[in-house]
């Protein structure tokens, strides 16, 4: 899903796709996970585990993930306006703020 270079020990993945959970996965964040409710328009965070760098001042697609980098179609486009990481307990985590520009309808 991502590029991945490891730079003095530390990997580093860069992607271009922000993949979340499924809305109300069980013990996830809601921050992980889809928002409840998609409208373009309204701002979100967002939670990864792991070292990650999304672009910023660009639309990058929102997809749902159940994990193993299988991805749905795109929900959504939208723009990360903040993003930082942390360490806690040993691990690295990545987490930060979007916009979403604009909803994509699929006909079922």
């Not at 373009?40 to 639309?59: A, M």
């Not at 979007?98 to 909803?103: D, G, Q, V």
Request: aromatic share 10%; glycine share 8%.
């Amino acid at each position: 899903m991502g590029i991945e270079i490891v730079i003095e020990g530390t990997a580093i993945e860069y992607n271009n796709i922000l993949a979340l959970r499924p809305n109300k996965t069980p013990n996830r964040r809601a921050s992980e996970c889809l928002p409840n409710i998609m409208e373009e328009g309204n701002f979100h965070n967002f939670f990864k585990k792991g070292y990650r760098i999304y672009p910023l001042c660009r639309e990058i697609p929102l997809a749902e993930t159940e994990g193993d980098e299988k991805l749905s179609d795109t929900k959504a486009y939208i723009e990360i306006i903040g993003q930082s990481q942390f360490v806690s307990g040993g691990s690295v985590f990545t987490k930060g703020d979007y916009i979403i520009k604009k909803i994509i309808k699929r006909e079922k």
